[in-house]
Protein backbone atom coordinates (compact mmCIF):
# COMPACT_ATOMS: atom_id res chain seq x y z
CA UNK A 1 0.00 0.00 0.00
CA UNK A 2 0.90 3.28 -1.14
CA UNK A 3 1.81 5.93 2.06
CA UNK A 4 -1.20 8.04 2.62
CA UNK A 5 -2.12 10.43 5.58
CA UNK A 6 -4.90 12.55 6.62
CA UNK A 7 -4.21 15.89 9.24
CA UNK A 8 -6.93 17.45 10.87
CA UNK A 9 -6.61 20.40 13.23
CA UNK A 10 -8.45 20.85 16.56
CA UNK A 11 -8.59 23.60 18.47
CA UNK A 12 -8.64 21.81 21.82
CA UNK A 13 -12.60 22.32 21.89
CA UNK A 14 -13.87 19.26 23.66
CA UNK A 15 -17.13 19.35 21.84
CA UNK A 16 -15.11 18.67 18.81
CA UNK A 17 -14.22 15.12 19.65
CA UNK A 18 -16.60 12.93 18.95
CA UNK A 19 -16.69 14.31 15.38
CA UNK A 20 -12.79 13.99 14.86
CA UNK A 21 -12.70 10.48 16.00
CA UNK A 22 -15.51 9.33 13.23
CA UNK A 23 -13.69 11.35 10.45
CA UNK A 24 -10.11 9.45 11.88
CA UNK A 25 -11.89 6.21 12.00
CA UNK A 26 -13.49 6.20 8.28
CA UNK A 27 -9.87 7.22 7.36
CA UNK A 28 -8.37 4.10 9.06
CA UNK A 29 -11.34 2.06 7.98
CA UNK A 30 -10.51 3.41 4.24
CA UNK A 31 -7.11 2.83 4.10
CA UNK A 32 -6.93 -0.66 5.91
CA UNK A 33 -9.12 -2.20 3.74
CA UNK A 34 -6.60 -4.16 2.52
CA UNK A 35 -5.33 -5.40 5.61
CA UNK A 36 -6.59 -7.41 8.43
CA UNK A 37 -8.44 -4.83 10.29
CA UNK A 38 -9.92 -6.69 13.17
CA UNK A 39 -12.49 -4.57 15.62
CA UNK A 40 -10.69 -4.96 18.68
CA UNK A 41 -7.49 -3.21 16.94
CA UNK A 42 -10.95 -0.37 15.93
CA UNK A 43 -11.56 -0.20 19.75
CA UNK A 44 -7.74 0.56 20.44
CA UNK A 45 -7.16 3.17 17.73
CA UNK A 46 -10.26 4.51 18.82
CA UNK A 47 -8.79 5.18 22.18
CA UNK A 48 -5.50 6.54 21.40
CA UNK A 49 -7.22 8.80 19.32
CA UNK A 50 -9.51 9.71 22.08
CA UNK A 51 -7.09 10.10 24.34
CA UNK A 52 -4.56 12.15 22.68
CA UNK A 53 -7.55 14.73 21.94
CA UNK A 54 -8.49 15.11 25.92
CA UNK A 55 -4.66 15.04 26.31
CA UNK A 56 -4.37 18.25 24.11
CA UNK A 57 -7.68 19.28 26.24
CA UNK A 58 -6.06 19.05 29.09
CA UNK A 59 -2.67 19.36 29.39
CA UNK A 60 -0.99 21.27 26.43
CA UNK A 61 -1.33 24.25 27.26
CA UNK A 62 -2.22 25.57 23.89
CA UNK A 63 -5.67 26.06 21.78
CA UNK A 64 -4.40 23.95 18.86
CA UNK A 65 -2.95 20.65 17.88
CA UNK A 66 -2.59 18.67 14.58
CA UNK A 67 -3.48 15.22 14.67
CA UNK A 68 -1.95 13.24 11.82
CA UNK A 69 -3.25 9.59 11.02
CA UNK A 70 -0.74 7.29 8.95
CA UNK A 71 -1.51 4.29 6.74
CA UNK A 72 2.43 2.46 5.24
CA UNK A 73 2.40 -0.60 4.46
CA UNK A 74 1.70 -2.48 7.84
CA UNK A 75 1.65 0.28 9.88
CA UNK A 76 -0.82 2.57 11.43
CA UNK A 77 0.85 5.69 12.96
CA UNK A 78 -1.37 7.93 15.17
CA UNK A 79 0.29 10.89 15.83
CA UNK A 80 -0.53 14.29 17.54
CA UNK A 81 2.02 17.63 17.37
CA UNK A 82 1.31 20.80 19.15
CA UNK A 83 3.93 23.53 20.35
CA UNK A 84 2.43 23.73 24.02
CA UNK A 85 3.97 22.52 26.84
CA UNK A 86 6.57 19.63 26.61
CA UNK A 87 5.96 16.38 28.21
CA UNK A 88 6.15 16.94 32.36
CA UNK A 89 6.32 13.58 34.30
CA UNK A 90 6.67 13.05 38.13
CA UNK A 91 8.47 10.13 39.67
CA UNK A 92 5.70 7.97 41.77
CA UNK A 93 8.52 7.28 44.23
CA UNK A 94 10.47 10.16 44.86
CA UNK A 95 7.90 12.84 43.86
CA UNK A 96 10.42 14.47 41.48
CA UNK A 97 9.70 16.08 38.51
CA UNK A 98 11.27 15.58 35.07
CA UNK A 99 10.57 18.18 32.17
CA UNK A 100 11.48 17.51 28.54
CA UNK A 101 13.97 18.26 27.12
CA UNK A 102 16.23 16.72 30.22
CA UNK A 103 19.34 18.45 30.02
CA UNK A 104 22.39 16.87 30.78
CA UNK A 105 20.67 13.15 30.23
CA UNK A 106 24.08 10.36 30.61
CA UNK A 107 22.65 7.24 30.00
CA UNK A 108 19.18 5.96 30.80
CA UNK A 109 16.77 7.62 32.90
CA UNK A 110 13.70 4.83 34.03
CA UNK A 111 11.29 5.73 36.58
CA UNK A 112 7.66 4.70 37.11
CA UNK A 113 4.96 7.19 36.52
CA UNK A 114 1.97 5.79 38.35
CA UNK A 115 0.54 2.38 39.19
CA UNK A 116 -3.33 1.80 38.52
CA UNK A 117 -4.88 -2.00 39.48
CA UNK A 118 -1.96 -4.40 38.59
CA UNK A 119 -0.32 -2.28 35.64
CA UNK A 120 2.39 0.13 36.54
CA UNK A 121 2.88 2.46 34.04
CA UNK A 122 7.00 3.46 33.39
CA UNK A 123 8.96 6.12 31.16
CA UNK A 124 12.51 5.19 29.72
CA UNK A 125 13.76 8.10 27.95
CA UNK A 126 17.68 7.35 26.51
CA UNK A 127 17.52 10.80 24.65
CA UNK A 128 16.75 14.35 26.14
CA UNK A 129 14.17 14.52 23.40
CA UNK A 130 12.24 11.61 23.34
CA UNK A 131 10.18 9.09 26.27
CA UNK A 132 8.86 6.08 25.52
CA UNK A 133 6.48 4.47 27.73
CA UNK A 134 5.71 0.94 28.67
CA UNK A 135 4.03 -1.28 30.83
CA UNK A 136 5.18 -3.64 33.75
CA UNK A 137 2.15 -5.79 35.34
CA UNK A 138 2.67 -6.40 39.18
CA UNK A 139 1.53 -9.82 40.60
CA UNK A 140 -0.22 -10.79 43.66
CA UNK A 141 -2.11 -6.70 44.60
CA UNK A 142 -6.11 -7.74 45.20
CA UNK A 143 -8.79 -5.69 46.52
CA UNK A 144 -8.88 -3.59 48.60
CA UNK A 145 -5.25 -2.88 48.43
CA UNK A 146 -5.73 -2.52 44.51
CA UNK A 147 -7.90 0.31 44.65
CA UNK A 148 -5.70 2.57 47.43
CA UNK A 149 -2.75 1.81 44.93
CA UNK A 150 -4.70 2.92 42.25
CA UNK A 151 -4.25 6.57 40.59
CA UNK A 152 -7.05 7.96 38.99
CA UNK A 153 -4.96 8.89 35.72
CA UNK A 154 -5.48 6.77 32.83
CA UNK A 155 -4.58 8.31 29.64
CA UNK A 156 -0.85 7.85 29.14
CA UNK A 157 -1.89 4.04 30.26
CA UNK A 158 -4.64 3.35 27.97
CA UNK A 159 -2.36 5.24 24.77
CA UNK A 160 0.73 2.58 25.96
CA UNK A 161 -1.57 -0.58 26.63
CA UNK A 162 -3.71 -0.31 23.19
CA UNK A 163 -0.87 0.56 20.74
CA UNK A 164 2.17 -1.52 20.05
CA UNK A 165 4.69 1.40 20.63
CA UNK A 166 3.79 4.56 22.07
CA UNK A 167 6.04 7.34 22.46
CA UNK A 168 7.07 11.04 22.69
CA UNK A 169 9.49 13.02 21.38
CA UNK A 170 10.54 17.01 21.61
CA UNK A 171 12.08 18.89 18.56
CA UNK A 172 13.95 21.71 19.96
CA UNK A 173 14.14 23.60 16.88
CA UNK A 174 10.53 23.89 16.06
CA UNK A 175 9.38 23.58 19.83
CA UNK A 176 7.04 21.14 18.11
CA UNK A 177 5.80 18.28 20.42
CA UNK A 178 5.06 14.89 19.17
CA UNK A 179 3.47 11.85 20.98
CA UNK A 180 3.29 8.86 18.51
CA UNK A 181 1.64 5.55 18.75
CA UNK A 182 2.35 2.78 16.21
CA UNK A 183 0.11 0.08 15.28
CA UNK A 184 1.71 -3.16 13.43
CA UNK A 185 -1.36 -4.26 11.57
CA UNK A 186 -0.31 -7.69 11.07
CA UNK A 187 -0.30 -8.21 14.88
CA UNK A 188 -3.58 -7.36 14.29
CA UNK B 1 -27.48 16.17 35.23
CA UNK B 2 -25.94 13.16 34.25
CA UNK B 3 -27.20 10.36 36.54
CA UNK B 4 -30.82 9.23 37.00
CA UNK B 5 -31.63 7.56 40.07
CA UNK B 6 -33.81 5.38 41.35
CA UNK B 7 -34.10 3.53 44.90
CA UNK B 8 -35.38 -0.08 45.00
CA UNK B 9 -34.83 -2.82 47.80
CA UNK B 10 -32.55 -0.17 49.79
CA UNK B 11 -30.14 0.31 46.58
CA UNK B 12 -29.66 3.02 44.51
CA UNK B 13 -29.72 2.35 40.41
CA UNK B 14 -27.86 5.13 38.91
CA UNK B 15 -28.11 5.34 35.26
CA UNK B 16 -25.76 6.88 32.92
CA UNK B 17 -27.47 9.49 30.81
CA UNK B 18 -24.87 10.47 28.01
CA UNK B 19 -23.69 8.55 25.72
CA UNK B 20 -20.41 9.83 25.54
CA UNK B 21 -18.78 9.72 29.23
CA UNK B 22 -16.55 11.60 28.79
CA UNK B 23 -14.42 14.94 30.03
CA UNK B 24 -17.61 16.30 29.55
CA UNK B 25 -19.24 15.40 31.96
CA UNK B 26 -16.65 13.29 34.24
CA UNK B 27 -16.49 16.48 36.65
CA UNK B 28 -20.28 16.12 37.20
CA UNK B 29 -20.49 12.11 37.53
CA UNK B 30 -18.13 12.41 40.27
CA UNK B 31 -20.30 14.90 42.22
CA UNK B 32 -23.69 12.98 41.49
CA UNK B 33 -22.03 10.03 42.77
CA UNK B 34 -20.23 11.43 45.79
CA UNK B 35 -23.65 13.06 46.62
CA UNK B 36 -25.77 9.73 46.81
CA UNK B 37 -22.57 7.88 49.37
CA UNK B 38 -22.95 11.18 51.54
CA UNK B 39 -26.74 11.12 51.44
CA UNK B 40 -26.58 7.31 52.61
CA UNK B 41 -26.82 5.46 49.72
CA UNK B 42 -25.35 1.49 50.68
CA UNK B 43 -25.19 -0.18 46.90
CA UNK B 44 -24.67 2.26 43.80
CA UNK B 45 -25.59 0.38 40.79
CA UNK B 46 -24.54 2.52 37.90
CA UNK B 47 -25.70 1.13 34.59
CA UNK B 48 -24.12 2.05 31.53
CA UNK B 49 -26.56 1.22 28.77
CA UNK B 50 -26.69 4.21 27.31
CA UNK B 51 -23.46 4.30 27.56
CA UNK B 52 -21.20 4.41 23.97
CA UNK B 53 -17.83 5.15 24.94
CA UNK B 54 -15.77 5.98 27.48
CA UNK B 55 -11.99 8.27 28.27
CA UNK B 56 -9.81 8.80 31.37
CA UNK B 57 -11.53 11.30 32.42
CA UNK B 58 -14.60 9.43 33.59
CA UNK B 59 -12.40 6.32 34.56
CA UNK B 60 -10.61 8.75 36.94
CA UNK B 61 -14.26 10.40 37.89
CA UNK B 62 -15.47 6.50 38.61
CA UNK B 63 -11.96 5.52 40.69
CA UNK B 64 -12.50 8.19 42.93
CA UNK B 65 -16.17 7.62 43.47
CA UNK B 66 -15.30 4.14 44.56
CA UNK B 67 -12.26 5.86 46.69
CA UNK B 68 -14.87 7.64 48.50
CA UNK B 69 -17.40 4.94 49.07
CA UNK B 70 -15.45 2.09 50.02
CA UNK B 71 -14.16 3.83 53.45
CA UNK B 72 -17.76 4.60 54.39
CA UNK B 73 -18.82 0.72 53.45
CA UNK B 74 -20.55 1.54 50.55
CA UNK B 75 -20.57 -0.71 47.42
CA UNK B 76 -20.62 0.76 43.78
CA UNK B 77 -21.38 -2.29 40.75
CA UNK B 78 -21.29 -1.54 37.21
CA UNK B 79 -23.66 -3.20 35.16
CA UNK B 80 -24.99 -2.94 31.22
CA UNK B 81 -21.55 -2.16 29.77
CA UNK B 82 -21.51 -2.12 25.77
CA UNK B 83 -18.45 -4.25 24.70
CA UNK B 84 -16.46 -1.32 23.67
CA UNK B 85 -16.60 0.07 27.11
CA UNK B 86 -16.36 -3.57 28.91
CA UNK B 87 -12.87 -4.22 26.91
CA UNK B 88 -11.73 -0.55 27.59
CA UNK B 89 -12.26 -1.32 31.46
CA UNK B 90 -10.71 -4.49 31.06
CA UNK B 91 -7.51 -3.12 29.20
CA UNK B 92 -6.46 -1.24 31.80
CA UNK B 93 -7.65 -3.73 34.71
CA UNK B 94 -10.62 -1.93 35.79
CA UNK B 95 -12.40 -5.44 35.95
CA UNK B 96 -10.10 -6.36 38.99
CA UNK B 97 -11.31 -3.15 40.88
CA UNK B 98 -15.18 -2.74 39.61
CA UNK B 99 -18.08 -5.36 40.34
CA UNK B 100 -19.09 -5.83 37.06
CA UNK B 101 -22.43 -8.06 36.15
CA UNK B 102 -24.43 -8.34 32.71
CA UNK B 103 -27.32 -6.20 34.21
CA UNK B 104 -29.45 -4.85 37.32
CA UNK B 105 -30.79 -8.61 38.05
CA UNK B 106 -27.56 -10.23 38.11
CA UNK B 107 -25.79 -7.32 40.28
CA UNK B 108 -29.20 -7.77 42.72
CA UNK B 109 -28.27 -11.80 42.96
CA UNK B 110 -24.62 -10.93 43.59
CA UNK B 111 -25.92 -9.08 46.39
CA UNK B 112 -27.85 -11.42 48.21
Keep these: ?123 TSEHSNCAKFHIEELEGVEMPGLLIDTSEHFGLLIMTKASDEFYYEYDPATKVNRFVSLFNLKNH | MVLQVKETDNVTQATILPQEASLANAEMFKEEMITLVANGAKLIVVSFENVNYIDSSFLGSLVVALKYAMPRNVDIYLVSLKPDVKNLLTLIRMDKVFKIFNDFGEAMEASK
Design chain 1, 1 to 123: MEQDRIRIHFTSNREEIPGIINTCLEHVVQRTKTSPSSPDTFSKVKWVITELLTNAVKHSGTGYCTLIIKVDNDTLTIEKQDEGNPLSLREQATGNVFRWPIESLSGKLEFQIYHNGIDSLFV
